[in-house]
T-cell receptor, first 110, second 115 residues
């Protein structure tokens, strides 16, 4: 069975501070991993996915298969980064039921 | 262009009532997903369509839940004899193709409250 764990329910930082939102996964095969973001009063949207190896809005995430982690990082947080962040996993090949973590609420104080 | 839309946005039902939730995906999107999101939790997969075919319904919590997408476009999630534990936000998402790397586009959700 696949599982996604986001250990922090809430992460509070000041503007300009580095941010790391943790995500650990459990899956025996080769996963596809994603970060989704939901800003206040907006719908859930894709932030980035590991296969693209891209940086979106200054955020990056590296898949660490040894530690089964896909932490989301940003060197300098901005107030507009305040949102709910969800880590998600899809199994590559065959059935790919997406599994989401419970989410981490990021609050960036001025 | 228009994104994924869902209706109604809010639904209050008395326990035992039947409800129907509608999802209009982005035009041309092949895949359609339904999720249930309880308060304080992430979305949980319910069911998945590829065009009109329901390829996976393993996430439906009971036989009171039924989903259809008869013409491969609009989808309806029906819940019969609603229970209080059905209270949640129901999210619909669509993607252009099938595949684990396809971007899913989410609707605003329907918040269902069962009294």
């Amino acid at each position: 069975a696949q599982r996604v764990t986001q250990p922090e329910k809430l992460l509070s930082v000041f503007k300009g501070a580095p941010v790391e939102l943790k995500c650990n996964y459990s899956y025996s095969g080769s996963p596809e991993l994603f970060w989704y973001v939901q800003y206040s009063r907006q719908r859930l949207q894709l932030l980035l996915r590991h296969i693209s190896r891209e940086s979106i809005k200054g955020f990056t995430a590296d898949l660490n298969k040894g530690e089964t982690s896909f932490h989301l990082k940003k060197p300098f947080a901005q107030e507009e980064d305040s949102a709910m962040y969800y880590c998600a996993l899809s199994a590559s090949g065959g059935s790919y039921i997406p599994t989401f973590g419970r989410g981490t609420s990021l609050i960036v104080h001025p | 262009g228009a994104g994924v839309s869902q209706s109604p946005r809010y639904k209050v039902a008395k326990r035992g009532q039947d409800v129907a939730l509608r999802c209009d995906p982005i035009s041309g999107h092949v895949s359609l997903f339904w999720y249930q999101q309880a308060l304080g939790q992430g979305p949980e997969f319910l069911t998945y369509f590829q065009n009109e075919a329901q390829l996976d319904k393993s996430g439906l919590p009971s036989d009171r839940f039924f989903a259809e997408r008869p013409e491969g476009s609009v989808s309806t999630l029906k819940i019969q004899r609603t229970q209080q534990e059905d209270s949640a936000v129901y999210l619909c998402a669509s993607s252009f193709l099938r595949g684990p790397t396809d971007t899913q586009y989410f609707g605003p959700g329907t918040r269902l409250t069962v009294l």
